[in-house]
């Protein structure tokens, strides 16, 4: 096996990672599902490694009737790490507020703003905030209004601008006309220098990796285009069902859910150009310039380009699940998909004619996220009169999650007097060479808001134009005229899905070898 050294030694100066200012994290939802699982717990991570000083303080906000205390006991709740001080957590509880209120309740935002006032005098923030949207998107518009009307929003001045920043989670609008509307509304009291459109894929490391290993490294670039590579395939599979969000999922589904912004994201990444620097608008003007070059997608052609799925009751991992129409809070009757999978071309010169196959799906065999771009088999093979005539592709495998890293699949000779091959991987993987394992993605991208770095977040152009791309699919799958086709809960894949690209002379990779 391959021994791969990191070069980090030297990059150590500018590794170091810039702490936030000081600020107050200021979240609405903040009873919900995604505050407690995430938000709180990477704010304490961070907290821990010292990227958030003591200027800092989360004020809740929530319908709930819960005093500081009772939120701090909550809070407290979604920190379960083991290398914890107990003055570590008081520490960080201490700074942790609840204020109720109903949204659409100008009082609350005047309460809210008094607030503000006496916590920034308490912690010194200098009016520093974060608003962090962790609501149902419908209320989205109301809160950003209010915000506004009560001077929360800051829009008016430069300074002040950099003052009040919003973080906006996905979904981003249910179509086009919807995402249109939603940002003006958000625009009229926030500048798009103020607005962060999180997509938490996009705080993953490995899909970070995706540029410097482009980028960084002068011997895959050359090779980066049509006439090496042959295709590419994006797996974003789950395990898991919908759990307790079925409100949200079953009128969103796996297109507007995972589609519209991990799955095209990750397609930005991997077959954009070079932006001039790592500048947030070069690399995030690249990105939408590669999105632009997206074929419109024509789910109704003979040759289906589009197919959904919706499981059925299965087992995984020996354990029995049920149907999607079976889980709490799904209609019986529920249309929605589970699982999309989709052929897509890049018009421009780089990519024209390489089909690029994505698929996503829920309560699929296993979880494992990777891009596997396959190169194009040799042109000849010296080894036929031996009868190898066949020679397997290489493939490049970006290993997003779990297990995290990067396989190269190459072949090689077997040992002994015969001439026998063996396809052989290099494997590299980054909890074994850099000694841990990848930080949660919403460290990075929380840090990055406080820093006021938008890199990683998505501009409203991007929104659109991927928007722009999914809208014929949702009004076919609205008419009824791209049902979801049933698979098993628990299987790699199935017949509708394999014959996408089965129709091509290829297959799906199987995600259950994957290790
Ligand atoms: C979220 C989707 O954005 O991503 C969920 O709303 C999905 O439905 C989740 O389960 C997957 O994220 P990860 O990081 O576990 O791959």
């Known amino acids: 096996m391959p021994q791969i050294q990191p070069s980090i030694s030297r990059q150590e100066l500018l590794c170091a990672e810039t702490p936030a200012a000081p600020c107050g994290m200021v979240v609405f939802g903040a009873s919900g599902d995604l505050a407690r699982r995430k938000l709180i717990a990477s704010l304490f991570e961070l907290y821990k490694r010292q990227l958030l000083g003591e200027q800092f ?35 960080f509880l201490e700074k ?36 962090y949207f962790a609501v149902p998107p419908a209320i989205y518009g109301t809160i950003a209004e209010h915000l506004g009307n009560a001077g929360l929003s800051c829009k008016g001045s430069p300074e002040c601008r950099r003052r009040a920043k919003l973080v906006v989670e996905k979904p981003f609008g249910r179509d086009l006309k919807s995402a249109i509307v939603l940002n003006e509304q958000i625009q009229n009291h926030f500048s798009e220098s103020q607005i962060y459109r999180i997509d938490h894929y996009l705080g993953k ?14 011997i895959f670039e050359p090779l980066w285009n049509r006439n090496y590579i042959d295709h590419i395939q994006i797996t974003i599979a789950e395990s898991l069902g919908v759990e307790h969000r079925a409100g949200y999922y079953d009128r969103s589904g796996a297109l507007r859910d995972m589609f519209q912004n991990h799955m095209l994201g990750m397609v930005g990444l991997v077959a954009m150009e070079p932006p001039a620097s790592f500048g947030a608008d070069h690399i995030r003007d690249e990105k939408v310039k590669l999105l632009r ?11 289906p380009t589009v197919v959904a799925g919706r499981y059925i009751a299965g087992q995984i991992a020996g354990r029995d ?12 009757d529920s249309t929605t998909e589970t699982f999309v999978a989709a052929k897509v071309f890049v018009d421009n010169w780089r990519w024209k004619g390489v089909p690029f196959y994505l698929r996503t799906g829920k309560r699929l065999a296993k979880r494992l996220t990777e891009i596997a771009i396959t190169f194009k088999t040799v042109p000849h093979s010296m080894f036929a009169s ?12 970006l290993k997003i999650q779990p297990n995290e890293g990067i396989n190269l699949s190459f072949q090689a000779k077997r040992p002994g007097s015969k001439t026998c091959m063996s396809t052989l991987t290099m494997n590299f993987n980054y909890a074994e060479v850099f000694g841990a394992e990848a930080p949660e993605a919403y460290q990075r991208l929380l840090l990055d808001c406080m820093v006021g770095d938008q890199t990683l977040f998505t501009r409203q152009d991007d929104v659109e134009i991927s928007w722009t791309l999914l809208d014929p699919v949702l009004n076919v799958m609205a008419r009824g005229e791209l049902p979801p086709f049933d698979y098993p809960a628990g299987v790699e894949s199935f017949g509708h899905a394999d014959a996408l690209i089965e129709a091509d002379g290829r297959k799906w990779r199987p995600i259950l070898e994957v290790e």
């Open 57 to 91: 303080f989360f004020l809740g906000c929530g319908r709930k009737h819960l005093s500081d205390d009772d939120y701090r006991n909550i809070a407290a709740d979604s920190i379960s790490d083991s290398t914890t001080t107990p003055e570590q957590l008081s520490s």
């Open 96 to 131: 942790i507020y609840f204020i109720t209120g109903a949204y659409d309740d100008a009082a609350f935002y005047e309460d809210i703003a008094g607030r503000l006032a006496e916590l920034d005098a308490k912690y010194n923030t200098g009016g520093n905030h974060v608003y």
């Open 205 to 218: 490391e490995t899909v970070q990796n995706i540029l410097m290993l482009r980028f960084a490294n002068a």
């Open 293 to 303: 070059s997206i074929r419109p997608l024509e789910p109704g052609a003979d040759e």
């Open 321 to 332: 699940v049920c149907a999607y129409r079976r889980e709490e809070g799904v209609a019986p």
């Open 386 to 397: 031996i009868g190898l005539e066949d020679m397997p592709p290489n493939v490049l495998v």
